[in-house]
C-alpha cells in the first residue's frame, strides 16, 4: 500500500487561509502568502475594522450604513476590508499593486457567494492616473 505523500513545510508555508467569521455565522476565507511584501497578509487591524463594520454601532438600525454605497479601498492588500464591505452590500472597488493582483482576485473568488453588493479589483496605479486625467477608471 503507497503511503501518502506529505507537503514540505516549505510549501504549507507559501500559501495559507486565514477564517473571517462574520456576525451571522458565514465566513470570508482569505488566501494570504508566507513571504512577500505587507500586502500579503491580512493585518489584524485589518480584522478589527471588518469586525467595526458589521456593529450596530456603525450601521445603525435598518438597512446597512454601506448598502448601495460605493467604496474605493486604496491599498488593499488582500482585500479584506473590501470584501467585508460587499459582503455587508457595498459596491467595492478594491485596490493594489499590480503584483497583488491576483492574490485580491483569487480572494473575491473564494468569497463571491458572500457578496450582496459587487466587488472588482484593480490596480492601484490605473486608479490614480484615471483620477488625475478626470476619468472614471471604470
Not at 473571517?20 to 500579503?40: A, F, I, M, N, P
Request: aromatic content about 4%; charged content about 20%; glycine content about 12%.
Amino acid at each position: 500500500m503507497a503511503a501518502a505523500r506529505e507537503a514540505p513545510v516549505e510549501d504549507l508555508l507559501q500559501n495559507f487561509v486565514r477564517v473571517l467569521e462574520k456576525r451571522d455565522g458565514t465566513e470570508l476565507r482569505l488566501q494570504q502568502y508566507g513571504s512577500g511584501g505587507v500586502g500579503c497578509v491580512v493585518w489584524d487591524a485589518a480584522i478589527v475594522l471588518c469586525k467595526y463594520l458589521e456593529t450596530p454601532g456603525f450601521s445603525g438600525e435598518g438597512a446597512h450604513a454601506l448598502s448601495r454605497r460605493s467604496v474605493l479601498e486604496l491599498g488593499s492588500g488582500t482585500g479584506a476590508v473590501g470584501l467585508m464591505a460587499a459582503t455587508l452590500g457595498a459596491d467595492v472597488v478594491v485596490t493594489d499593486l499590480e503584483e497583488l493582483q491576483d492574490l485580491l482576485k483569487r480572494n473575491i473568488n473564494m468569497n463571491k457567494h458572500l457578496v450582496t453588493g459587487s466587488v472588482q479589483a484593480k490596480s492601484v496605479l490605473g486608479v490614480i492616473i484615471c483620477a488625475q486625467a478626470g476619468l472614471s477608471g471604470t
